[in-house]
Nanobody
Framework: QVDVIESGGGLVQAGGSLRLSCATS????????MGWFRQAPGKEREFLAE????????RYADSTEGRFTASRDNASNTVYLQMNNLKVEDTARYYC????????????????WGRGTQVTVSS
């Protein structure tokens, strides 16, 4: 069993920044590719970004528009999502998850999920 815990969400004004963290335990973090997703009320869960297990390859959804950056620190079993120039439409619950595949934006390819962290962007 792998535990995944997201943190770093909160309330921020439009144009602001947040850095989300995702820590894992109970598995071999350095072997996992990691993905970031979000889900707004009434909408489907949406792929945002992924980073391979070495941390030297990333891929992003077009919706991030170059504003989001994924990174990881295998020494601390943590992956990050830096979000800049946030918009009201970025308001959602943000999740990270582990995958044996890279690249992939298919939710079914992600096995262990956290409970998410809420990001609210005000105008």
């Amino acid at each position: 069993q792998v535990d995944v815990i997201e943190s770093g969400g909160g309330l921020v004004q439009a144009g602001g920044s947040l850095r989300l963290s995702c820590a894992t335990s109970g598995g071999t973090f350095s072997r996992y590719n990691m993905g970031w997703f979000r889900q707004a009320p009434g909408k489907e869960r949406e792929f945002l970004a992924e980073i391979n297990w070495r941390g030297d390859n990333t891929r992003y959804a077009d919706s991030t528009e170059g504003r989001f950056t994924a990174s990881r620190d295998n020494a601390s079993n943590t992956v990050y999502l830096q979000m800049n120039n946030l918009k009201v439409e970025d308001t959602a619950r943000y999740y990270c998850a582990t995958s044996a595949f890279f690249p992939t934006d298919i939710l079914a390819n992600y096995v262990y999920w956290g409970r998410g962290t809420q990001v609210t962007v005000s105008s």
